[in-house]
């Protein structure tokens, strides 16, 4: 069965200290890969997909980019945090147009 | 520009009534909907994907239906228990160029009284 896995759970940060947060999926391969960020009060915005390696789309212009180093691991990273980087980051993986399974998060809080 | 949105934004029943989600997209184009639930602090878990050709798929006490050209599906929850509530989401892919992404309304925050 497949399993999606996202690292750390919880993060603090300070405003303008890096970012890199990982995202890596088991049992399937050559998946689709999302990041979503979910804001305090809003809904689910797609940050980044990716349907190969090294394939990245930016659905957002903003100081977060988005890498595919292995066909099953995802990191979006940040030079420098902002306040308004704070929120919790979903990573999501599907097979082409077919369902769309979640990770379990992790929450960063920019201080 | 494919809008989703999900009404009511918030809902609290006693336990054992059955309900309806309601969720209605503006571009009838899609490839299939899935509907989500959310715990608290938690990630999306899948509960039923609709392809477009489909009407309706169960499982469980969960049913989804999708009536693609008025832009409208329903999630009806049997019986439904305090372990129900959390937040419900609905997502729909676009068809043709725009199936790389799903996208998503704003959720519905159903509260089961025990």
Request: glycine content about 16%; overall charge negative; hydrophobic content about 25%.
């Given at each position: 069965s497949q399993t999606i896995h996202q690292w750390p759970a919880t993060l603090v940060q300070p405003v303008g200290s890096p970012l890199s947060l990982e995202c890596t999926v088991e049992g399937t391969s050559n998946p689709n890969l999302y990041w979503y960020r979910q804001a305090a009060g809003r809904g689910l915005q797609l940050l980044f997909y990716s349907v190969g390696i090294g394939q990245i789309s930016s659905e957002v212009p903003q100081n977060l980019s988005a890498s595919r180093p292995q066909d099953r691991q995802f990191i979006l990273s940040s030079k420098k945090l902002l306040l308004s980087d704070s929120g919790f980051y979903l990573c999501a993986w599907s097979k082409g147009v077919y369902e769309q399974y979640f990770g379990p998060g992790t929450r960063l809080t920019v201080t | 520009k494919q809008e989703v949105t999900q009404i009511p934004a918030a809902l609290s029943v006693p336990e054992g009534e059955n309900l309806v989600l309601n969720c209605s997209f503006t571009?009838?184009?899609?490839y299939n909907l899935q509907w989500f639930r959310q715990d608290p602090g938690k990630g999306l878990t899948s509960l039923l994907l609709i392809q477009s050709s489909q009407r309706e798929q169960t499982s469980g006490r969960l049913n989804a239906s999708l009536d693609k050209s008025s832009g409208r599906s329903t999630l009806y929850i049997a019986a439904?228990?305090?372990?129900?509530s959390a937040t419900y989401l609905c997502a729909v892919r676009g068809d043709g160029?725009?199936?790389?992404k799903l996208i998503f309304g704003t959720g519905t925050l159903l509260a089961v009284q025990p």
């Open positions: - | 571009d009838s184009a899609i439904s228990q305090p372990g129900d160029g725009a199936t790389n």
